[in-house]
Structure formats: structure tokens, C-alpha cells
T-cell receptor, first 114, second 110 residues
């Protein structure tokens, strides 16, 4: 079956702009999580959605937001981009949120803010 | 400060050598996971260790979970160039939030 699909693969924006990233989970998966990966901070949790509801949130400013649609596809939005937002944004899907759940990651969207 | 500390940060070895990567925390985890990430791709789950003292083997990779469930190790026997990548340990905290270690970059030279 198809894996987690993230679009676009690469994105270049300038400071102050906003950006929307998309994630299509594996068919049947209802949980979608977003992570930011940078060389300095590593992988950091942004938020998790399950059945269109945000269930968990990391320590990121309100400029970072997300949503999930009824078909489990998810989008994340970053407004008023800053240079420090340059990162690989990864989406992961899973069947549920049971403990020790297996997460499947997409290939990510590489965002560069100039 | 990382909740999960990984060491070493970088490892460059010759093909055929053995190596061990460590993942330590002052916190107790119900389980720890190990991922491998290649450039331009997302992390791929290798294993989940759940029981304190547990040892799991995946071909040439051996994973161990500490008795107190605060640490884990990954041992690779006879490393091959295909093992090259970023190795990450991760643990769940409240719900489905995964916290990751900073990772170990492994380079295996032929």
C-alpha cells in the first residue's frame, strides 16, 4: 500500500510569508503527527491530530498551526515565516495512538526561508 | 537539554567492524524505539523495546532495553556500507508524542 505522502517536497519562501504543507497518511490511518527536524535541535514534535481533533501539541509558537480533514489528510501552516523556520518538516501517520504505536514517516518537506 | 541523550554523535568505521550506540535518559520510558534515517528521507522504525532488560535482534543489529527502562543500546555486528545513516532513539511521552534523541550519524567505509 502507498506510504505517507508529503507535498511539496521542497519549498523556498521569504521572511514574513506564510506556507501550507500537506500530508496524506497511509490509507486507514487516523492519527497524523508533525515534526520539525533541524541540524541544531533534531526532531521536535509539533502536534498530533486524530479524527480531525488536535490531541497533543508541542512547544512551538502560535504561528504554527494545523488541521486534519475527514479523510485524515492533514495540513500544517506556518505564518509570518522566520529564518529559523528553515527545516525539514516530517509527517507521520499511525493507526491509533496506543502506547508503542508504530509511526510511519513521510519523506518530508524541506522548507528554506530566505 | 535533551530528554534522551545519544552517544556518540558521529561514528566513522571500516566495513566489518562492530559498533554500539547508546541512548540514555534520567526518565523512565514505557518503551523506546530505534529509527534509521537516510538523507532526504523520513525515519524508518527498526524496533520497539518494551520490557526492561529486553534484547531484540534484527539480523546484525541487537537492541537492548535497560533493566530500569531508562536507557537502550544498539549494537551492529560486522557493519556494512548499507548501514550508513542517522540512527535515532525515541520514546513516547503522554499520548502519541515522540521525543527523539539528537541522533548518531554512522558512516561505514568500504
Amino acid at each position: 500500500k502507498a506510504g505517507v505522502t508529503q507535498t511539496p517536497r521542497y519549498l523556498i519562501k521569504t521572511r514574513g510569508q506564510q506556507v501550507t504543507l500537506s500530508c496524506s497518511p497511509i490509507s486507514g490511518h487516523r492519527s497524523v503527527s508533525w515534526y520539525q527536524q533541524t541540524p541544531g535541535q533534531g526532531l521536535q514534535f509539533l502536534f498530533e491530530y486524530f479524527s480531525e481533533t488536535q490531541r497533543n501539541k508541542g512547544n512551538f509558537p502560535g504561528r504554527f498551526s494545523g488541521r486534519q480533514f475527514s479523510n485524515s489528510r492533514s495540513e500544517m501552516n506556518v505564518s509570518t515565516l522566520e529564518l529559523g523556520d528553515s527545516a525539514l518538516y516530517l509527517c507521520a501517520s499511525s493507526l491509533n495512538t496506543a502506547t508503542n504505536e508504530k509511526l510511519f514517516f513521510g519523506s518530508g518537506t524541506q522548507l528554506s526561508v530566505l | 537539554t535533551q530528554l534522551l541523550e545519544q552517544s556518540p554523535q558521529f561514528l566513522s568505521i571500516q566495513e566489518g567492524e562492530n559498533l554500539t550506540v547508546y541512548c540514555n535518559s534520567s526518565s523512565v520510558f514505557s518503551s523506546l524505539q530505534w529509527y534509521r534515517q537516510e538523507p532526504g528521507e523520513g525515519p524508518v522504525l527498526l524496533v520497539t523495546v518494551v520490557t526492561g532488560g529486553e534484547v531484540k535482534k534484527l539480523k546484525r543489529l541487537t537492541f537492548q532495553f535497560g533493566d530500569a527502562r531508562k536507557d537502550s543500546s544498539l549494537h551492529i555486528t560486522a557493519a556494512q556500507p548499507g548501514d550508513t545513516g542517522l540512527y535515532l532513539c525515541a520514546g513516547f511521552v503522554y499520548g502519541n508524542k515522540l521525543v527523539f534523541g539528537a541522533g548518531t550519524i554512522l558512516r561505514v567505509k568500504s
